[in-house]
């Protein structure tokens, strides 16, 4: 599996729909690269130069954008826009997007849907068992606590219009970014803590989210972004040594690891939780190409990722 853009990308027509990304990360380009293919003219932001000059190439339009640098001409590089997204996380000041450019966003008019990616991390730690979107958010630390700030944030945006839909992704993978890698760059650990489980969902199966959201935009939703089966992590680590033939590196008691651990590493381990998908299927009609980490996995490893 590719996250490529085609070979050549036909002509969009004059009055296409046109997505604007705020934060051209790996989750909103796997969503710009469907649209693209479809005739949408799409543009966003990034934080260099360089990377600016790839977007182009790619048949994006770049603007540069972070939280010590806004919009240059934000009335300008918004004009047009039909359908608005943001992957840009909280930053300890708060969400720079809003913070910049909220009042821009609340003159910008004809936009038919806008989305905010944000994380399952605001439920905070369930001890291993199941949440859906109706669930109280108890965010661990300042990070998440920012999440869910950002949030109330874009979701106040349905008050002047817009068609907010927000996003709670878990754990992300894909081509590049897998377990399979961490495997082959000798990165791999088994750490075992007693009861720990998390999600995950398929970068493919998070553009297929947002598109099916797109097709049926509904103010104020909010939906769970994760597969069926949350599993351990030490679980998938052996699965994809499994798959490439090599040996599982030993279980590693999650008292001992943690003693070299950073502080995002240790943080990660403070929560267990299953994150239930059930609204994205009801809701959106949504059907998971990599509905567990072993379809998601195999299919990774079959394209040569």
């Known amino acids: 599996m590719s996250l490529d853009l085609p070979a050549a990308i036909p002509p969009h027509p ?47 339009e770049p603007f540069l954008f ?15 826009t039909t359908h608005l997204l943001s992957s840009v996380p909280p930053d300890a000041a708060g969400d720079a997007v809003l913070d910049h450019h909220a009042n821009d966003l609340i003159r910008l008019e004809g936009v038919k849907w806008t989305g905010y990616l944000s994380t399952t991390g605001v439920y905070g730690d369930r001890d291993g068992g199941w949440v859906d979107e109706n669930g109280a958010l108890h965010p661990a630390g300042p990070r998440g606590r920012a999440r869910v700030a950002a949030e109330e944030g874009w979701l106040a945006l349905t008050k002047v219009g817009h068609k907010v839909a927000v996003f709670r992704l878990a754990g992300i993978y894909g081509p590049g970014r897998s377990a399979l890698d961490t495997v082959r ?7 075992v803590k007693p ?40 679980d998938v680590i052996a699965y994809a ?8 590196p030993p279980e590693i008691p999650y008292a001992d690891a943690a003693k070299t651990m950073s502080e995002m590493a240790r943080s990660f381990y ?33 394209a040569g990722s």
């Open 14 to 60: 004059a009055r296409a729909n046109r997505l604007f990304c705020f934060g051209l990360g790996y989750s909103a380009m796997a969503l710009a690269h469907r649209l693209l293919a479809k005739r949408w003219r799409v543009a966003g932001t990034c934080r260099t130069p360089a990377k600016a000059a790839e977007l182009a190439k790619a048949g994006i």
């Open 66 to 80: 972070d939280r010590g640098r806004p919009l240059a001409d934000a009335a300008a590089a918004l004009a047009g």
């Open 185 to 191: 760059e000798g990165r791999a650990k088994r750490v």
């Open 195 to 234: 009861g720990q489980v998390f999600s995950r969902i398929h970068v493919a199966d998070i553009a297929t989210v947002l598109e099916a959201s797109i097709a049926a935009p509904d103010a104020g939703a909010i939906y769970n972004v994760c597969d069926d089966e949350p599993a351990p992590p030490q």
């Open 241 to 248: 040594c499994a798959l490439l033939g090599r040996e599982a």
């Open 270 to 302: 403070a929560e267990s939780k299953r994150v239930t998908n059930r609204k994205i299927k009801d809701a959106l009609g949504v059907k998971l190409e990599y509905p567990d980490y072993r379809s998601g996995l195999k299919a990774l490893l079959a």
